[in-house]
């Protein structure tokens, strides 16, 4: 049976992990951590369920509804129709219209012309969509050198594109979408649209919990080196004091993009241009905990961009079930890139007064709870900005390559958790087709 060590037990390393289980492949998943689910993992409080992210995901995931199915957590997947979304402006609170479509964020304080204005955003942007396929250079190369902000000066102009398409899109995809390029935009666009938004209940870390107990994982693992020839693969690794070595017939390499080139010193040099080119941005997450739920109408509330207002979006996961104890509250709320930088050397409970201070000066109004979590997180999502699509194209695309060795991550596919499994999904069936069918496997 040929033997695969897969490096990351994050959503990516597991879907894949199982997938080439399934197949037939005797497979070891080395993760850093003392649990499984990397961005996706969470933690309980006294009740509350601390998540990175609401946990948010599209009923088009396929990818991701297919491992829930496997894992029978089919019945825990909920559809979150209740509450609108609302944006936050300066005539009050304004409810977006179910979401069919995150470009044409119609709310009811939008003035006419503007209306025209963003229906013909969703026009220009069903135009594009044959454009978007991310692996021919030709086809999306003129709107992957275009960043998001400035094709969305042309179509909206610059009053709406800052008060409600990059605000609403931005809280939506969990970073400031001013960074992506115009495909990528777009390429988030047309996930989104006509999906019902959807969570499990216990969050996706639930998810990794289920895959991670029906695989061979080894916490503790912190691998410093991942090397691969054509007879097989060499990983180095710290457990606790201890140094470790693994042997397999194939690597696949489903840690956090950025340190993907400093853990492969063998990369061939395409790959490594990849992988040093990635970025990611930064997060931070206050949790606000609340023995009462406060009564907040929505599912979640975009904020635009404010002198001195931190906040880009309100998270309302105790709408929920399995969030919060029954009748108490927990909100998230989330900083803006530009405050997470100007927060960086703050206390937490520094965060706390900014976040507490910026919705009381918002319709959300004097909030007051018992407690206030704060998470930050580094490489929290990746940004595909202008270039990124070329520079994927050339990867997928290249000739040299290092043999036995495979690589999955969000970055791949997008971001969230789909993007991640499909990524997973993928290398999995690189791997598949690359091995011969017969090898050896030795853990020192
Ligand atoms: C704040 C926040 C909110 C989010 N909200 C949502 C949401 O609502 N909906 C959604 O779909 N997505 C959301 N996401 C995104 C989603 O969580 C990620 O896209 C997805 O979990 C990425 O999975 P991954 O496997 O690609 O990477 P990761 O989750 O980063 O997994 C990488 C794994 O590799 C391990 N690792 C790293 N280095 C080593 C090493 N040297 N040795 C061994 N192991 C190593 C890590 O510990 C980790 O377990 C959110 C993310 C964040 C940060």
Redesign the pocket.
């Known amino acids: 049976m040929a033997s695969v060590l897969v490096?990351?037990?994050?959503?990516?390393?597991l879907a894949c992990a199982w997938r080439l289980q399934r197949a037939g492949f005797d497979v070891e998943v080395?993760?850093?951590?003392a649990a499984?689910?990397?961005?996706?993992r969470s933690r309980e409080h006294e009740g509350f369920l601390i998540e990175?992210?609401?946990?948010?995901?599209a009923s088009r995931d396929n990818g991701l509804h297919g491992l829930a199915r496997h894992v029978d957590l089919a019945s825990d997947v909920q559809s979150i129709l209740r509450f609108p979304d609302a944006i936050d402006t300066a005539h009050g609170m304004a409810a977006v219209r179910p979401i069919e479509d995150p470009l044409f964020v119609q709310t009811d304080a939008v003035h006419r012309s503007d209306a025209w204005r963003l229906g013909r955003l969703r026009v220009e942007a069903l135009r594009w969509r044959r454009e978007l396929d991310p692996v021919s250079e030709k086809a999306i190369g003129a709107l992957d050198s275009l960043s998001a902000v400035t094709w969305l000066d042309r179509v909206v102009g610059r009053g709406l594109r800052r008060e409600r398409v990059v605000p609403y899109a931005s809280a939506l995809a969990?970073m400031n979408v001013e960074a992506l390029s115009a495909a990528a935009f777009l390429r988030f666009a047309e996930r989104l649209r006509g999906v019902r938004p959807q969570y499990l209940i216990g969050g996706?870390a639930l998810l990794a919990n289920r895959l991670a107990d029906r695989l061979n994982v080894r916490f503790g693992?912190?691998?410093?080196a991942i090397e691969s020839e054509d007879d097989g693969a060499r990983v180095r690794?710290r457990a606790g004091a201890r140094e470790g070595r693994a042997m397999a017939d194939a690597v696949v390499v489903?840690?956090?993009g950025p340190?993907m080139a400093s853990?492969c010193p063998k990369l061939v040099p395409s790959e490594r241009g990849f992988f040093e080119s990635l970025s990611f941005a930064r997060?931070t997450?206050a949790h606000l905990l609340f023995d009462a739920a406060p009564a907040v109408p929505h599912r979640m509330i975009a904020f635009p961009p404010r002198d001195g207002f931190g906040v880009s979006a309100l998270e309302v996961a105790h709408h929920m079930r399995g969030a919060a104890p029954s009748g108490a509250g927990l909100l998230r709320a989330v900083l803006s890139e530009a405050a997470t930088g100007r927060l960086s050397g703050a206390t937490d409970a520094e965060v706390a007064g900014v976040v507490l201070d910026n919705l009381e000066r918002s319709a959300v109004g004097r909030l007051t709870p018992r407690e206030v979590i704060v998470d930050r997180?580094d490489?929290?999502?990746p940004i595909a900005g202008p270039g990124f699509f070329a520079s994927l194209a050339r990867f997928e695309n290249r000739v040299e390559r290092t043999p036995r060795m495979a690589f999955?991550?969000?970055y791949f596919a997008g971001?969230?958790?789909?993007?991640?499994i499909s990524?997973?999904l993928h290398a999995a069936s690189e791997i598949a087709h690359a091995l011969p069918p017969r090898s050896v496997s030795r853990v020192v």
């Not at 080395?30 to 951590?33: C, G, I, K, N, Q």
């Open positions: 490096i990351g037990a994050g959503l990516a390393g080395l993760e850093r951590e499984p689910g990397g961005r996706a990175p992210g609401v946990g948010v995901f969990g996706l693992c912190d691998v410093s690794y489903a840690v956090t340190s853990l997060r997450v997180i490489a929290a999502a999955a991550g969000d971001q969230g958790a789909e993007a991640a990524s997973g």
